[in-house]
T-cell receptor, first 115, second 114 residues
Framework: DTAVSQTPKYLVTQMGNDKSIKCEQNLGHDTMYWYKQDSKKFLKIMFSYNNKELIINETVPNRFSPKSPDKAHLNLHINSLELGDSAVYFC??????????????FGPGTRLTVL | AQTVTQSQPEMSVQEAETVTLSCTYDTSESDYYLFWYKQPPSRQMILVIRQEAYKQQNATENRFSVNFQKAAKSFSLKISDSQLGDAAMYFCAYRRSNNNDMRFGAGTRLTVKP
């Protein structure tokens, strides 16, 4: 049983295209996240949602738009893709909002390559 | 702003030996949590161990233990009896107690030699 799943696992696309990455968690968690891991393996938070509401919105270009149709899903839509968007994107979830000690459960990642 | 520093980009250890990975962090908070996550070649991020800042006792999980020095803002990970399956990127992370925002260090790539 996959706790946090992401689709697709690999995404290759041309500059300028629009693409989406889907994330679903079956853990009943209230909080979900998107992280970006660059080519140097640096992992940085992009967004955090709690029960469908945006909690954290780091300095991310507005070409990136998260959407949470329900608390089990947090999708990431990216408009007008650029070369610098190439990275691995991780979805994660944790049980509670402001649960500082809670473990974050990560999805398998989506490797996005922009040509 | 809270920052997490891992000063060792790469480390290697002989199988069955012990290795220590370093992590320091900067914060003005007194209540927070620290984590070590492992990322093997499969890319999956896996929690290795966590430490509550208000606890003086160092956390341990089987072969993994930490040396938490709150005054020095240091949080190192010790892996005993290293196994080939321990080879991975290891990330140190910090989070305030009432916050969702987790900050990661740049990672340390651990190689285990047979």
């Amino acid at each position: 049983d996959t706790a946090v799943s992401q689709t697709p696992k690999y995404l290759v696309t041309q500059m300028g295209n629009d693409k989406s990455i889907k994330c679903e968690q079956n853990l009943g968690h209230d909080t979900m996240y998107w992280y970006k891991q660059d080519s140097k393996k640096f992992l940085k938070i992009m967004f955090s949602y709690n029960n469908k509401e945006l909690i954290i919105n780091e300095t991310v270009p507005n070409r990136f738009s998260p959407k949470s149709p329900d608390k089990a899903h947090l999708n990431l839509h990216i408009n007008s893709l650029e070369l610098g968007d190439s990275a691995v994107y991780f979805c994660a979830s944790s049980p509670r909002e402001r649960g500082g000690g809670d473990e974050q459960f990560f999805g398998p990642g989506t490797r996005l390559t922009v040509l | 702003a809270q920052t997490v520093t891992q000063s060792q980009p790469e480390m290697s250890v002989q199988e069955a030996e012990t290795v220590t990975l370093s992590c320091t962090y900067d914060t003005s908070e007194s209540d927070y949590y620290l984590f070590w996550y492992k990322q093997p070649p499969s890319r999956q991020m896996i929690l290795v161990i966590r430490q509550e800042a208000y606890k003086q006792q160092n956390a341990t999980e089987n072969r993994f233990s930490v040396n938490f020095q709150k005054a020095a803002k240091s949080f190192s990970l010790k892996i005993s009896d290293s196994q080939l399956g321990d080879a991975a990127m290891y990330f140190c992370a910090y989070r305030r107690s009432n916050n969702n925002d987790m900050r990661f260090g740049a990672g340390t790539r651990l190689t285990v030699k047979p």
